[in-house]
């Protein structure tokens, strides 16, 4: 079994925050965007049709449509991908249907839901993931999201009758680091009614799982620069720098901006989020998820538990383990590969045409072992067998999983290893630590 995930880079406009590859709508001509969104669909459509060639493997595990705003697209649209998929793979077992979606404007998403919660209804989850963000309205409006405090929360009171049996609703927040410090010096977001109704919400169950990322701000977000100026003003004055300037042809380092920011900030707000959920009983199955009792996220799994899968659509990056004949002969690669990695380009010019690829890499059994260390522990699952990575670890692995039990960031049952879930947050220090080359 494999699953495929289709890119979808629209719009309506770019998040000041983002740094990846968008195709923001109030960017383009009107006259443009219809024929783009026709243009974009039908290449996927080419490709799905083309791998269905390629491919041995004809079972569906999952399929996800995420990247930016999915429905921008239209439902139109969205269903002929899903129908291809449908004709050219087998996916009597899916075990999931997911779609990122914007919670507005709201009558269409709410078409959207019962739409293909009723097209789709054979299909064992049918999953809604819903980009909220922040209940605050200071955040949301200085990420230039449409949505305000008082408008999620009706979104969300209308949103639920329209929920089935089938259905997954998820909700994705950042912490922004936006919170004030009582006068016993405890952390408490600024908005006590905003926290009040996330506490109710997720006592409440009804939204089945939530995505807690934190705040990163990277060359290419608007954000950044603003905040760099902000930062080291002397440095920026008389610039020509803005949102699109390359900081290396300025000569300067992008990494050494990230002192800017409070990142101890956005931790503790992050901290006071996940106890929320966690104080809920939501399970926290990977480093930024959490869920209730089976109600995680199949395509979060598959790519941290580093299943095949097949990525359609610009950026769009794919992962399988033995790769066949035909597509060894494909991605011009070596027979004997473990496993490849491969992304699609980053530029639609490129994308449009077959074989778009622009990043191949062939990975060695080493290689493979470093990464399924590396992402593996990133979820709740246990390393079964500590002794399978020896090869790839520091000389004194052994010490130092002992001292990191001891303190209890790892579980450890006879010569099974995971992160607890509260010590999950400094997982990157640790496994940085125990691999030899990362």
């Avoid at 054979?122 to 449409?146: P, T």
């Amino acid at each position: 079994m494999f699953s495929i995930y289709i890119h979808i880079p629209f719009c309506k406009t770019k998040c000041n925050y983002c740094n990846f590859q968008v195709c923001p709508l109030d960017k383009m001509k009107s006259e443009m965007i219809q024929p783009e969104f026709e243009k974009y669909t039908n290449q996927i459509i080419s490709d799905i049709k083309k791998y269905s060639e390629i491919l041995d493997d004809k079972e569906v595990k999952s399929i996800y449509l995420g990247g930016w705003t999915p429905q921008l697209i239209w439902l139109e649209n969205i269903e002929k991908i899903t129908d291809t998929i449908i004709q050219n793979f087998d996916t009597e077992n899916l075990w999931e249907f997911s779609i990122e979606m914007n919670p507005y404007p709201k009558d269409e998403v709410y078409d959207f839901v019962q739409s293909l919660t009723k097209k789709y209804r054979e299909f064992s989850r049918v999953r809604f993931s819903f980009g909220i963000q922040s209940f605050e309205n200071k955040m949301l409006a200085a990420s230039w999201r449409d949505i305000t405090f008082p408008w999620i929360v009706d979104f969300l009171r209308d949103l639920q009758p329209l929920k089935k049996d089938n259905n997954v609703f998820n909700l994705d927040f950042i912490a922004f680091g936006y919170f004030n410090k009582s006068k016993t010096w405890n952390y408490q977001l600024r908005n006590p009614t905003a926290i009040n109704f996330f506490q109710s919400l997720a006592k409440s169950k009804f939204v089945d799982s939530y995505s807690l990322y934190t705040l990163e701000l990277f060359p290419g977000s608007l954000r950044y620069y603003k905040e760099k100026r902000k930062c080291h003003p002397e440095r920026s004055k008389g610039s020509n720098l803005d949102s699109s300037a390359n900081p290396a042809e300025a000569g300067q380092d992008a990494s050494e901006w990230q002192e800017y920011w409070d990142q101890d900030d956005i931790y503790e707000e992050f901290a006071i989020l996940k106890d929320i959920l966690l104080d809920a009983w939501y399970k926290r199955y990977e480093i930024s998820n959490f869920s209730l009792l089976w109600k995680s996220s199949i395509h979060n799994r598959v790519y941290r538990e580093m299943w095949d899968y097949l990525g359609l659509g610009t950026s769009a990056s794919s992962f399988f383990k033995n790769p066949n004949e035909k597509l060894c002969s494909l991605l011009n690669i070596p027979s004997w590969t473990r496993a490849v990695r491969w992304m699609n380009s980053l530029e639609f010019s490129k994308f449009y045409l077959w074989k778009s690829e622009t990043e191949i890499v062939a990975m060695t059994e080493k290689d493979l072992l470093i990464e399924e260390f590396f992402l593996w522990l990133r979820t709740d699952n246990w390393i079964t067998d500590i002794e399978k990575y020896k090869s790839v670890l520091v000389p004194n692995y052994n010490e130092k999983i002992k001292s990191y039990s001891d303190q209890w960031f790892i579980e450890i049952v006879d010569n099974w290893i995971r992160f607890t879930d509260e010590w999950m947050d400094i997982y990157n220090d640790i496994v940085t630590e125990l691999l030899t080359e990362i």
